[in-house]
């Protein structure tokens, strides 16, 4: 599997604390079924995002951690000004393995009126926008039509992992089941910070989406899809979604589908 957003760099924002939680974090996820994990520290009001300083810590985290995981620098790249203008500086700088896809987080608080327009300098640029766990913000859960839109106009939905396990609460569990239903999720991916409240596997929320969905969807979910991204490539989704097993639609695309 390839996870495109964790916390894994120690000292550079919320996720490990050290080295050593690091490399076990690193050996977790490989031994739980993750190949290529992308670091993607933040760059928010909080934490500088120092792209040298990220490539250093992977290059030491790899030596540390061994053979049988690529370790590729991303970014959890917030939607505010200050960012927006280093990007169009420097569009591949914060994206991951700076290969064209940007890892979008939006605020909790305000969801800008002109964050398409926003989104769409970037695109110009030649960044292509994931939308990191729409099923975590309060606003959005209010504005399915949003997400709707956005997905129409080209951008991707990453949900995490856990929110469909509940562990992000019923509303996160049951919109992100609601945006599975309708299509609207391209990744899954872990947001990991630590070993065990929010460790680094996806082999947990894999297994869910088989039973719930299909094995299809969650071989697109959380290999193919995040592998076009790792080699910044447009996804395939000439099938997508598939069939749901059984073939039966769920509630939501019941109500939702013409
Ligand atoms: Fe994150």
């Known amino acids: 599997m390839v996870d495109i957003h964790s916390h894994v760099l120690p000292g550079i924002d919320d996720g490990s604390k050290s080295m050593e939680e690091t490399v076990e974090m690193i050996q977790m996820a490989r031994a739980h079924g993750t190949t290529v994990l992308v670091a993607s520290p933040h760059a928010d009001t909080q934490y500088t995002y120092d792209a040298a300083r990220v490539d250093e810590?992977?290059?030491?985290?790899?030596?540390?951690?061994?053979?049988g995981i690529q370790l590729v620098r991303g970014c959890d790249f917030h939607l505010m000004f200050d960012?927006?203008?280093?990007?169009?500086?420097?569009?591949?700088?914060?994206?991951?393995?700076q290969k064209g896809y940007l890892l979008m987080e939006l605020s909790d608080l305000t969801i800008f009126p002109n964050t398409g327009t926003l989104w769409s300098?970037?695109?110009?640029?030649?960044?292509?926008?994931?939308?990191t766990h729409p099923e975590r913000n309060p606003l959005l859960r209010q504005r399915l039509e949003l997400v709707q839109e956005w997905v129409s106009q080209g951008r991707f939905m990453q949900v995490t992992g856990q929110s469909l396990l509940g562990l992000f609460g019923k509303k996160a569990e049951e919109f992100a089941r609601q945006l599975l239903d309708l299509g609207l999720v391209h990744f899954i991916?872990?947001?990991?910070?630590?070993?065990?409240?929010?460790?680094?596997?996806?082999?947990?929320?894999?297994?869910?989406?088989?039973?719930?969905?299909?094995?299809?969807?969650a071989e697109l979910l959380f290999i193919e899809h995040p592998a076009?991204?790792?080699?910044g490539e447009a996804l395939d989704l000439s099938e997508f979604p598939p069939e749901r097993k059984g073939n039966k639609p769920g509630f939501w695309s019941r109500l939702f589908r013409k």
């Open 228 to 231: 076009a991204v790792i080699r």
């Open 83 to 97: 960012n927006i203008e280093a990007a169009l500086r420097e569009p591949l700088k914060y994206t991951i393995n």
């Open 121 to 131: 300098q970037l695109e110009e640029a030649g960044m292509k926008i994931i939308l």
């Open 57 to 67: 810590l992977l290059a030491e985290a790899r030596t540390l951690a061994g053979p």
């Open 189 to 217: 991916a872990s947001d990991a910070h630590d070993l065990r409240g929010r460790p680094p596997r996806l082999d947990v929320a894999f297994q869910w989406i088989c039973e719930h969905y299909s094995p299809r969807l």
